[in-house]
């Protein structure tokens, strides 16, 4: 079955530290590649998204992700991270199988940042 | 404009029970998404429409699960029988077409099974 692995459950930085979370799926075809966060209290939301072309997508509030196919892989950077940062963060698959799409979300990386 | 709302915000039941969830999607969002989130885990997904049909029911767990979207527009999940392992918040999500457009969530209804 298709799954979406996110190793990081928890992460704990300081500020200005630098974060990537992983993020792995087992399908071989084509995708569509999702990160949302959810902030403390408030809904899911995008953060960013990569369906083609460039393998680096940037998105909002300086974070990026860069898609490599080999490594079925689509982790999540920002270079300094902020006190409003602290969320949970969720990596999300979309593909089209037998003619339908399929949907499937990892288990979340809460991150906090100490100020 | 508005966002995808969804009613009530939280519902206490007893087990046995008969529930039902409702989701007002974006206005002109064709896709409409039901998750389940339990504590800890990610959204877990149920189903999805494409305007009125059901494009893909397998996440459902079992028969007690049903779900409508009759105008293609609002859509109601329907529990029967509840029990308490369906206790979780139950997240809706509109798109303005299924595939690889941007999901937008609802707040949640958070189901709790006594």
């Known amino acids: 079955a298709q799954s979406v692995s996110q190793h990081n459950h928890h992460v704990i930085l300081s500020e200005a530290a630098s974060l990537e979370l992983g993020c792995n799926y087992s399908y071989g075809g084509t995708v569509n590649l999702f990160w949302y966060v959810q902030y403390p209290g408030q809904h899911l939301q995008l953060l960013l998204k990569?369906?083609?072309?460039?393998?680096l997508v940037k998105g909002i509030k300086g974070f990026e992700a860069e898609f490599i196919k080999s490594k079925f892989s689509f982790n999540l950077r920002k270079p300094s991270v902020q006190w409003s940062d602290t969320a949970e963060y969720f990596c999300?698959?979309?593909?089209?199988?037998?003619?339908?799409?399929?949907?499937?979300f990892g288990t979340g990386t809460r991150l906090k940042v100490l100020a | 404009g508005a966002g995808v709302s969804q009613t009530p915000s939280n519902k206490v039941t007893e087990k046995g029970k008969y529930v039902e969830l409702r989701c007002d999607p974006i206005s002109g969002h064709t896709a409409l998404y039901w998750y389940r989130q339990s504590l800890g885990q990610g959204p877990e997904f149920l189903i999805y429409f494409q305007g009125t049909g059901a494009a893909d029911d397998s996440g459902l767990p079992n028969d007690r699960f049903f779900a409508v979207r009759p105008e293609g527009s609002v859509s109601t999940l329907k529990i029967q029988r509840t029990e308490r392992g369906d206790s979780a918040v139950y997240l809706c999500a509109s798109s303005l077409s299924a595939g690889s457009y941007e999901q937008y969530f609802g707040p949640g209804t958070r189901l709790t099974v006594t």
């Open positions: 999300a698959v979309n593909a089209l199988m037998s003619g339908t799409y399929k949907y499937i």
């Open positions: 990569y369906f083609s072309g460039d393998p």
